[in-house]
């Protein structure tokens, strides 16, 4: 009876060990093929619960934690994907299937995504032991490195990663990128120059190189790359460019061209950020050349806004501030040229005196000759007077008052006027105090709009 036992269980034995050795040496392998398929079609939460099924009976199958591993990865379940891929790198055993590259790029790969560069670029590092001639992984290294703010160290890994393959459009922007940051203009220019010989869509290259173009004063140069650059989906790239382009055309004195990109820069925008901020700075300087000064104003206060003590955009509005109370002066400051010169005879007439001759000097600055209009009624030689109006806002100096002192000797006149819509400096009112001219800044001006007005 004990010999029948003692039999059956070898035999029981015997089948178990069998069916066991069925199971992995042929049924585990159909269902590990047919979980493949799941993978290659896509159906993730399939294949997942179908390997944890497995895995219940064979957990030491390295070939089922990388599929596992796989099907975690490509559903975005990263952390549970990295456990399983560190399992199949312990346990040392690597198939056709599971290879040691392919799991050490899926980790570098989820330590990218988790910020962990460090130890991404340390599987890298592996993988370029493993492939001496991969320049992918030397161009990541190099990649790596920029990000952690090591340039040099970068710039010797991309110059590998050159050395190790083909040209590479990727690898001369990201160089061109760092020599630019370090200020190596000629070498950050032949980076960008062969990107674009690689790849002529790449945009950010051409922006680069507009800018390079730009700070050596080659305006058009940079204003037809900055043209290839806007072409970008990348909205905020869009953006810089257009406002580049402008500042482009504001050197070479093109401020039509100038306004419209700030203007259309703007529109493109939906957020305020450092760009905009800009971008409509500059905007009002363009309208404050434009003598357009609301809107000049209006642009400014927006900055300040948004960032009060940007350069110096609290003087802007201090100097202008008048234009919101003062309606006389504000037709001073916006008018036209020729308006201008109307205005100004106006207010000769408002201090007393009648014009006999007035020549512009440019758009904001003109000469009066004039005469007392009480001295002019009683038909009296000379009394000559010699004005000057400037709207410039420019504080005047004592060389300027000097000057039109001077002038006023050449008429044989008796007195000189000085009227600005901005401020005189102290060396300049000195001067004028034992002298014959008579200074009006804003201040005074002002008052003088208070009291009387510009007679028509």
């Known amino acids: 009876m004990i010999e029948m036992i003692i039999m059956s269980g070898l035999v029981l034995l015997v089948v178990s060990l069998g069916f066991l050795y069925l199971m992995q040496n042929f049924v585990n392998p159909h269902r590990l093929d047919s979980i493949k398929g799941l993978l290659e079609s896509g159906k993730y939460e399939q294949a997942i619960s179908a390997l944890n099924a497995l895995m219940k009976k064979d957990d030491k199958n390295p070939l089922a934690h990388l599929y596992l591993a796989e099907a975690y990865f490509f559903n975005n ?38 910020g962990q560069l460090e130890e991404a670029q340390k599987e890298y590092v592996v993988l370029s032991k493993l492939e001496p001639h991969n320049s992918d992984y030397l161009f990541q290294i190099g990649s790596i490195f920029y990000q952690r703010g090591m340039r040099e160290q970068a710039l ?13 459009a990727e690898i001369f922007f990201l160089m061109g990128k760092i020599y630019y940051e370090l200020s190596k ?14 790849d002529p869509r790449n945009t950010e290259s051409h922006y680069y190189i507009g800018l390079i173009l730009k700070a050596s004063n080659s305006f058009g140069k940079a204003v037809q790359e900055f043209e ?17 382009k402008g500042l482009c055309k504001l050197e070479v004195g093109e401020l039509e061209g100038a306004k419209s990109d700030f203007e259309r820069a703007l529109k493109y925008s939906s957020e305020e950020n450092n ?12 309208y404050e050349r434009e003598r357009r000064l609301v809107e000049a104003v209006e642009q400014w206060e927006k900055v300040a806004q948004i960032r009060p003590n940007y350069q110096d955009i609290q003087a802007k509005l201090a100097q202008y501030e008048d234009l919101r109370v003062d309606d006389k002066l504000k037709d001073l400051l916006t008018s036209t040229p020729t308006t201008f010169e109307i205005i100004s005879q106006n207010l000769l007439r408002t201090l007393g005196y009648e014009t006999l001759e007035s020549q512009m000097i440019d758009d904001d600055n003109i000469e009066v000759i004039g005469m007392e209009r009480s001295v002019k009624r009683r038909n009296v030689r000379g009394g000559k007077v010699l004005i000057k109006i400037s709207r410039d806002n420019e504080d005047v100096n004592e060389d300027q008052v000097a000057k039109l002192v001077e002038n006023l000797k050449l008429i044989h006149g008796i007195r000189a006027i000085y009227v600005c819509t901005g401020k005189f400096t102290p060396q300049a009112i000195r001067y004028s105090e034992n002298r014959p001219v008579d200074l009006y800044d804003r ?14």
């Open 77 to 114: 379940n990263f952390d549970i994907a990295m456990v399983e891929y560190k399992q199949v790198l312990s346990s040392g055993r690597f198939s056709n299937n599971a290879t040691e590259r392919v799991i050490r790029k899926r980790l570098a790969e989820i330590y990218q995504k988790f």
């Open 156 to 168: 010797a890994y991309l110059d590998k990663a050159l050395k190790a393959g083909k040209s590479n």
């Open 185 to 198: 203009s000629n070498e950050a220019l032949a980076a960008f120059s062969n990107c674009v010989k690689l």
């Open 228 to 244: 290839i650059a806007e072409q970008t989906t990348d909205n905020q790239l869009k953006i810089r460019t257009i406002f580049q």
């Open 275 to 286: 760009t905009t901020i800009a971008i409509r700075y500059t905007l009002g300087l363009t």
């Open 443 to 456: 201040q005074r001006l002002t008052n003088v709009f208070k009291q009387k007005g510009p007679q028509e």
